[in-house]
């Protein structure tokens, strides 16, 4: 017997599928590579993408969308620890009236169980726009907005700590593995561009509650994760790292193509276009995070030039967002700034708290909506504004507020919702939702529809069961679309 032919009879399959992986992983690397050196600065982008790297890759479950969107893209504004409805978007004169009085109402337990009297907000709330929502004044610069936001006073959720309800808000379950709206968004739509991630977080310095895997990309493939960059305009997370630790990323991609064990169609596809996409943004980053070529009237829009420290850091986030959004990135989310006080989580010093975070956030987010408008990109990108829940009407101490998940308010803006509008309310002390409620399940429904996406249809099979961003639940928020 030919020697080729026998030696071939006597390879074991475990040692075939070993052979046939480095065969097909050759192929395939041939191909990125030769697209690697063909690009601008192509030596460069070579030796990167040889070197290997961590980021995001391209796919989506959908063959075509479901229906006609109304947003392409969506930019998520996270704040952090909960802001008072009854001092941001939902006033309340009856905690005026009865300021420092016991709560004229049967309450549930809550997060501390440090139940204080009724607390008047602090601010003056004053009608924006020529609809006339009014808005308090920790946000002037975003009442100027009003014509362009749907204000949702009823919102509610499940949970009252914040782990747990930053979970839920990221992913629809209360625990952590579960894939981030933003990783379901690039499994069902994919990415509109290739140098780019499908699924950016602009990481503020402030780790939530929860940690990353509020971000995470859960059972879905690793390459739907966030690709993290951060706020001070760096290179991002995705790309940081030295030789030691690429080499490591390398060693790693060769363990998953030589081990028996390891070797599964997702890790490695995963690991392709996570390479492959490595090497793209190489390329394309550095001219998306460089805003020397914005205008100085652009930077004055956005806060830049600020006296206010907080206010430059996250008009930089804002700027950011506006330039991924316009260079086909399809889910953004921007966390806020590390400074003196704990998040929007005010028990204590409630004017001082929300005064600096409101002050740091209030002329970026105007700026942001007002930049996306003129450049005609506001009416297909979905701007949503919210935290994982609210604040109790009653003091915490004595000039603080518990958490209450029970009706909050968030705002969302452009995209297909219905702009200068007011959705839902609460009861008179702003405690509980009792008008048109709007869960979490719900507003994920309504952020997907919006996107061209049955909430109900996008599934992936894990765990003996089709699982969906919304779970069982959900129902789209037809009340506040156009």
């Avoid at 086909?328 to 989310?333: D, K």
């Avoid at 909506?369 to 701007?383: F, I, M, N, S």
Wanted: hydrophobic residues 40%.
């Amino acid at each position: 017997m030919d020697p080729l032919i026998e030696r071939a009879l006597s390879t074991s399959r475990r040692e075939l599928l070993c052979r046939a992986a480095h065969g097909f992983g050759a192929l395939a690397w041939s191909v990125l590579a030769a697209r690697a050196s063909a690009a601008p600065g192509g030596e460069r982008l070579l030796r990167v993408f040889e070197q290997g790297a961590q980021s995001l890759g391209r796919g989506a479950a959908l063959g075509a969308l479901h229906h006609r969107p109304r947003a392409e893209r969506v930019i998520f504004l996270y704040m952090d620890g909960g802001p008072s409805q009854v001092d941001t978007f939902d006033p309340k004169p009856r905690l005026r009236a009865e300021h420092g009085q016991p709560i004229g109402m049967k309450i549930p337990k809550t997060q501390f169980d440090d139940v204080g009297m009724v607390l008047g907000s602090p601010w003056e709330f004053q009608p924006g726009g020529t609809c006339g929502t009014p808005i308090s004044d920790l946000f002037p610069h975003v009442r100027k907005q009003a014509d362009r936001l749907c204000v949702v006073r009823s919102m509610v959720s499940k949970f009252a700590e914040h782990s747990a309800a930053n979970y839920f808000l990221h992913t629809g379950h209360n625990a952590a593995g579960r894939p981030s709206m933003g990783a379901w968004v690039g499994y069902g739509l994919g990415s509109m561009v290739e140098d780019l991630p499908g699924f950016v977080l602009i990481d503020g310095g402030l780790v939530p509650p929860g940690g990353a895997e509020c971000f995470g990309s859960g059972f879905l493939s690793p390459r739907f994760q966030a690709s993290t960059f951060k706020a001070d305009l760096g290179v991002p997370n995705t790309l940081r790292g030295t030789t030691a630790a690429r080499e490591a990323a390398r060693r790693a991609l060769a363990r998953i193509l030589e081990t028996e064990r390891s070797f599964e169609d997702q890790q490695v596809e995963a690991a392709l276009a996570n390479a492959e996409l490595a090497c793209a943004m190489q390329a394309s980053v550095p001219g998306v995070i460089d805003l020397s070529g914005e205008s100085d009237a652009t930077r004055r829009l956005y806060g830049l030039e600020s006296d206010f420290e907080p206010t430059r850091l996250y008009g930089q986030q804002c700027l950011l967002a506006r330039r991924l959004a316009e260079r086909g990135v399809r889910f953004i989310e921007l966390t806020c700034r590390r400074f003196a006080h704990d998040r929007w989580d005010q028990h204590a010093n409630l004017r001082a708290g929300h005064g600096d975070h409101a002050k740091a956030v209030d002329q970026p987010i105007a700026a942001l909506l007002e930049d996306l408008a003129q450049r005609g990109l506001l009416e297909t990108t979905l701007v949503v504004f919210a935290g994982e829940f609210g604040r109790t009407p009653m003091s915490q101490g004595t000039n603080g507020r518990d958490h209450n998940p029970h009706g909050f308010s968030i705002w969302l803006a452009g995209g297909g919702v219905r702009a200068g509008h007011i959705h839902g309310a609460t009861d008179d002390y702003g405690y509980f939702a009792v008008e048109d409620k709007v869960t979490i399940y719900d507003l994920h429904a309504t952020m997907l529809h919006l996107l061209g996406v049955d909430h109900t249809r996008l599934t992936v099979p894990y765990s003996g069961r089709d699982m969906r961003l919304t779970d069982v639940h959900g129902e789209v928020v037809r009340g506040i679309l156009t």
